[in-house]
């Protein structure tokens, strides 16, 4: 599947493959060139190109770039950081195919360029640049004239997905086989700007090889776990979801989570409120329940009382012994508990009390600082990326973990990690979060695994802020979300229909 993610390693274990399997090293390299010349082919009318070449194999796809572009008759110059005579195996050859001496690269080459191909570094960048290779980045992005990325922007590290030292933010960038995790996280993932992955020709064996680190979130992965309503079906048999509400000054966060939640299709979902809320929870709400919460020890009572199938708590709950208390409680009964906000917040004294309880269907929707107080090594930890961030809190907490951000990670033990980029900037607005934990209960409600409800609603959130754009609020979010799923609905069966349909034809 073209949603896999890889690690640079494992991308040259799939070129090792390649080559045991009759596929060289030059021919992925011509595909590779050709397929950035391609791409800027597409994109551009000829002009003045520049194409930085740099001393390894990045380089060499430069070359083969700059030959294919000349050959459609575009103005090519190629400049060469290094001497051609230290050019080993592919990229001497490709080298070779450009049949000129490059230019030595200086920062001045780039004066009269009007696009420039960056392939300095790609998947063997080893350290910051710096010297000759940091002035050679910073002229090409000081140029302001498109830069087109082999691979990766150079100076980008492909598995951390982060730029320690100079970088040019390129306007595009091409990438073969898969992509690797730096065009999928930020903040490298801004850096490459849009992102066009080349088939080179990698042998579809090389699944014997190496395993994907991740994949992209889609609703090919998770589509098929979704409830189909059925006829017949009363409100009970759809699942119940109770939230739980913060003080009468904190209620409107557990309210969105529960309207959402009740979009998400749960059959019933109760708002769990302290003494000093009820009223206000019960004037706001219609469509769902208002239930008089008093005691944060009996929690599990309450919940097990309304047969809750799954349960929010934490938005605005409140920080401290009262919000630690429900949660330990609350997992003394069935429902599968989603916790987010004051609920992972009240354990950052003692986070393993928490992990002590939770079980594997289990999610937390954590932000970055969250994320921090419950896992402060994992989160201090610079040769980590996020995906591996996550997989490790995962682990550790024994259940799914949605990391948030633009590229949020789901991430829970036996699953393969799932990134979320299918978002919008508009939705860093209050309330947002609240929304998903809602959303993520109604499907867990359901009877959805976490890992697959964190995963759907994650995606659906996001394409409910795209439909919306700028300006939306998090109220709109829900209330968009039965427009969002029919026509999801739809696409997914007019997809199915086509594969029926070219199945039937082959
Ligand atoms: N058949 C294949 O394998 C295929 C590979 N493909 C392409 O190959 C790319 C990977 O090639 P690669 O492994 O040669 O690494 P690459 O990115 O060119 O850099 C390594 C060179 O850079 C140097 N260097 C590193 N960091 C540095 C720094 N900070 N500052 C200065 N120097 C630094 C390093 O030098 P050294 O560390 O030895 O000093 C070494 O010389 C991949 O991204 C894709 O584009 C495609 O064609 C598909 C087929
Ligand atoms: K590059």
Same mark, same amino acid.
């Given at each position: 599947m073209h949603d896999d993610i890889l690690n640079t390693k494992d991308c040259g274990v799939c070129d090792r493959h390649a080559a045991e399997n009759g596929v060289s090293g030059e021919s992925l390299m011509a595909r590779a060139g050709a397929a950035v010349a391609q791409a800027i082919r597409e994109r551009w009318a000829p002009r003045e190109t520049v194409v930085l070449c740099g001393p390894g194999n990045n380089g060499g796809d430069g070359f083969i770039c700059a030959a294919a572009l000349r050959e459609a008759g575009w103005p090519v110059r190629v400049c060469l950081m290094g001497g051609q005579d230290q050019l080993k195996g592919d990229a001497a050859w490709a080298a070779g195919v450009w049949h000129e001496t490059p230019e030595r690269a200086a920062p001045a080459a780039f004066d009269t360029a009007d696009l420039i191909v960056d392939a300095l570094f790609g998947a063997g960048l080893n350290r910051p640049p710096e010297g000759e290779a940091a002035a050679l980045i910073t002229a090409m992005s $000081? /140029?302001? !004239?498109?830069? !087109? =990325?082999i691979d990766l922007p150079s100076g980008v590290s492909g598995d951390l997905a982060r730029a320690d030292g100079a970088v040019a933010a390129a306007g595009l960038t091409v990438t073969f086989h898969r992509r690797k995790p730096a065009h999928s996280l930020e903040p490298a993932a801004s850096l490459c700007g849009e992102v066009v992955l080349?088939?080179? $020709?990698?042998?579809?064996?090389?699944r014997d090889a190496v395993q994907p680190c991740a994949r992209e979130n889609g609703p090919q992965l998770w589509f098929s776990s979704l409830p189909a309503a059925r006829a017949g079906d009363h409100k009970h048999a759809r699942g119940r979801l109770a939230v739980f509400s913060g003080g009468a000054s904190s209620t409107g966060a557990a309210r969105l989570a529960a309207r959402a939640g009740l979009r998400a299709g =749960? $059959?019933?979902? *109760? @708002?769990? #409120? &302290? &003494?000093?809320?009820l009223m206000i929870? =019960?004037?706001? #709400?219609?469509? !769902?329940?208002?239930?008089?919460? *008093?005691? &944060?020890? =009996? *929690?599990?009572?309450? @919940?097990?009382? @309304? /047969?809750?199938?799954a349960a929010v708590l934490g938005p605005a709950m409140g920080v401290g012994e009262g919000t630690r208390e429900s949660v330990i409680s609350a997992a003394r009964a069935a429902a599968v508990l989603v916790l987010d906000a004051d609920a992972l917040t009240s354990f950052e004294d003692a986070p393993e009390v928490l992990f002590a309880v939770l079980r594997p269907g289990d999610v937390l929707t954590p932000h970055p600082g969250e994320f921090r107080r419950l896992f402060p090594d994992i989160a201090a930890r610079d040769d980590l990326n996020r995906i591996q961030a996550a997989a490790m809190a995962a682990e550790r907490a024994g259940c799914c973990v949605l990391l948030k951000g633009p590229d949020t990670v789901i991430a829970a033990p036996g699953h393969l990690p799932v990134i979320n980029r299918h978002a919008s900037p508009a939705l860093a607005t209050a309330g947002s979060g609240d929304v998903l934990a809602g959303l993520i209960g109604g499907l867990a409600a359901q009877g959805v695994g976490g890992f697959d409800a964190a995963c759907a609603a994650a995606w659906l959130h996001g394409d409910c802020a795209l439909r919306l754009g700028t300006g939306l609020i998090a109220e709109d979010l829900a209330d968009i979300l039965p427009e969002r799923l029919g026509t999801l609905h739809r696409t997914m069966q007019r997809q199915r229909a086509l594969g029926h349909l070219i199945a039937h034809k082959s």
């Amino acid at each position: 599947m073209h949603d896999d993610i890889l690690n640079t390693k494992d991308c040259g274990v799939c070129d090792r493959h390649a080559a045991e399997n009759g596929v060289s090293g030059e021919s992925l390299m011509a595909r590779a060139g050709a397929a950035v010349a391609q791409a800027i082919r597409e994109r551009w009318a000829p002009r003045e190109t520049v194409v930085l070449c740099g001393p390894g194999n990045n380089g060499g796809d430069g070359f083969i770039c700059a030959a294919a572009l000349r050959e459609a008759g575009w103005p090519v110059r190629v400049c060469l950081m290094g001497g051609q005579d230290q050019l080993k195996g592919d990229a001497a050859w490709a080298a070779g195919v450009w049949h000129e001496t490059p230019e030595r690269a200086a920062p001045a080459a780039f004066d009269t360029a009007d696009l420039i191909v960056d392939a300095l570094f790609g998947a063997g960048l080893n350290r910051p640049p710096e010297g000759e290779a940091a002035a050679l980045i910073t002229a090409m992005s $000081g /140029r302001g !004239v498109p830069v !087109v =990325a082999i691979d990766l922007p150079s100076g980008v590290s492909g598995d951390l997905a982060r730029a320690d030292g100079a970088v040019a933010a390129a306007g595009l960038t091409v990438t073969f086989h898969r992509r690797k995790p730096a065009h999928s996280l930020e903040p490298a993932a801004s850096l490459c700007g849009e992102v066009v992955l080349a088939d080179i $020709g990698i042998p579809a064996s090389w699944r014997d090889a190496v395993q994907p680190c991740a994949r992209e979130n889609g609703p090919q992965l998770w589509f098929s776990s979704l409830p189909a309503a059925r006829a017949g079906d009363h409100k009970h048999a759809r699942g119940r979801l109770a939230v739980f509400s913060g003080g009468a000054s904190s209620t409107g966060a557990a309210r969105l989570a529960a309207r959402a939640g009740l979009r998400a299709g =749960a $059959g019933l979902v *109760t @708002l769990a #409120s &302290p &003494p000093s809320a009820l009223m206000i929870n =019960a004037v706001g #709400s219609t469509a !769902v329940m208002v239930r008089r919460w *008093t005691d &944060p020890a =009996a *929690t599990d009572t309450l @919940l097990e009382n @309304l /047969r809750a199938d799954a349960a929010v708590l934490g938005p605005a709950m409140g920080v401290g012994e009262g919000t630690r208390e429900s949660v330990i409680s609350a997992a003394r009964a069935a429902a599968v508990l989603v916790l987010d906000a004051d609920a992972l917040t009240s354990f950052e004294d003692a986070p393993e009390v928490l992990f002590a309880v939770l079980r594997p269907g289990d999610v937390l929707t954590p932000h970055p600082g969250e994320f921090r107080r419950l896992f402060p090594d994992i989160a201090a930890r610079d040769d980590l990326n996020r995906i591996q961030a996550a997989a490790m809190a995962a682990e550790r907490a024994g259940c799914c973990v949605l990391l948030k951000g633009p590229d949020t990670v789901i991430a829970a033990p036996g699953h393969l990690p799932v990134i979320n980029r299918h978002a919008s900037p508009a939705l860093a607005t209050a309330g947002s979060g609240d929304v998903l934990a809602g959303l993520i209960g109604g499907l867990a409600a359901q009877g959805v695994g976490g890992f697959d409800a964190a995963c759907a609603a994650a995606w659906l959130h996001g394409d409910c802020a795209l439909r919306l754009g700028t300006g939306l609020i998090a109220e709109d979010l829900a209330d968009i979300l039965p427009e969002r799923l029919g026509t999801l609905h739809r696409t997914m069966q007019r997809q199915r229909a086509l594969g029926h349909l070219i199945a039937h034809k082959s």
